[in-house]
């Protein structure tokens, strides 16, 4: 049976991994962070009682951020596969936090390379890194391949830049089966609330129901290549399977702007928006009651922006045999399907008088 340790695996992708690893016969190892809450809804369904014999989901407490931990871990784990999915992983947050993004983003992927070195397991534990279409930002070349320059425009994509680099080298140095997926913006029914397809479809799925007025939104032209995260973890695990480790670019070749991305949210609850204004002035009104449901908070701008990201995937669909099975308006419409579904939840428990709403993002 392989060995699989997954970091990050509370995160969106970590619980899509780890079912489809869980699928292939895995014993899987995730690192879960110390928190003052529960914080594995997103693989509850898979969680296994640890006073039962034959598991295989086991989690560990650690963080990229502590060497000895992740040395432990990998020492007692002996993986045959290490996925490196945690990441302090918003991109305006990066700017709020850039020390932090830069020691758990950048330092942490060294930490985990240097840790299967130092162990001796370079010949035995293949690596996957979590890279980004972020590394791109200011694009030097549309569609962009594995060899566009990269210009990155955030201290995320910074810290992103020294993980894919350092992947690299440790590769070359070492000789380590180590491997960079360079995805695009993927989503889902499990994307964290705060990035913008999500903050979409929860919020128009409230303003559908009546629990809450208006959405408020940056850049409403940035456009983005958005697949589905469970399409896209499907080739994380492809890239670890081949003779030779290389690099990969992942994406739909697609490209839609965040206002698309409302409308066509809007379009699944059967809301047709009429748009006015522009830039900060911009607003989405309601057809059907004339009110103002979306607008422009310039809170939400960046201090630079990644104005355009299209991805060309032909290495992967020639090298690895991959396609994206899952389309734009089908990752929507169950984006929405499953945030009404919730959304009925929390109403019904307001007016059964459980709880009261919270507007927060
Ligand atoms: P999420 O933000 O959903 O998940 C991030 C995970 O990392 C969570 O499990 C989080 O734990 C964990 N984490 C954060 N900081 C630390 C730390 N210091 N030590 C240990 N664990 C930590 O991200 P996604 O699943 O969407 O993305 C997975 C990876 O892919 C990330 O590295 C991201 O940067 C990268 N990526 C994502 C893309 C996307 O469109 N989704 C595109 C390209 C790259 P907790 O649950 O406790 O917060
Ligand atoms: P991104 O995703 O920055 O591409 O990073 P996000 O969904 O946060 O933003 C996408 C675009 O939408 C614009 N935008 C807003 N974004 C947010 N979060 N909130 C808003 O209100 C809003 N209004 C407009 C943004 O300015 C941006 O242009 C994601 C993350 O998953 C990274 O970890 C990953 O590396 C990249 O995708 C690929």
Redesign the pocket.
Known sequence: MKKALI????????AYLAEFLLRKGYEVHG???R?SLF?TDRIDHLYQDPHETGRNLILHY????DATNLIGILQQVQPDEVYN?????HVQVSFESPEYTAD??GL?TMRLLEGIRLLGLEKKTRFYQ????ELYGKVQEIPQTEKTPFYPRSPYACAKLYAYWITVNYREAYGIYACNGI????ESPLR?ETFVTRKITRALCRIYLGMQDCLYLGNMDALRDWGH?RDYVEMQWLMLQQETPDDYVIATGAQHSVREFVQCAAKELGIAIKWEGKGVNEKGINLANGKIIVAVDPRYFRPTEVDTLLGDPTKAKTNLGWEPKISFEELVSEMVRTDLEDAKKDELCHRAGFQVYNYNE
């Open positions: 970091t990050g695996i509370t995160g969106q992708d970590g690192i879960k962070r928190a914080n650690g963080d990229l951020t999915l945690a990441a302090q992983s758990t983003d942490g979590a890279s980004t279409s995805l695009f913006n993927h964290g995260a």
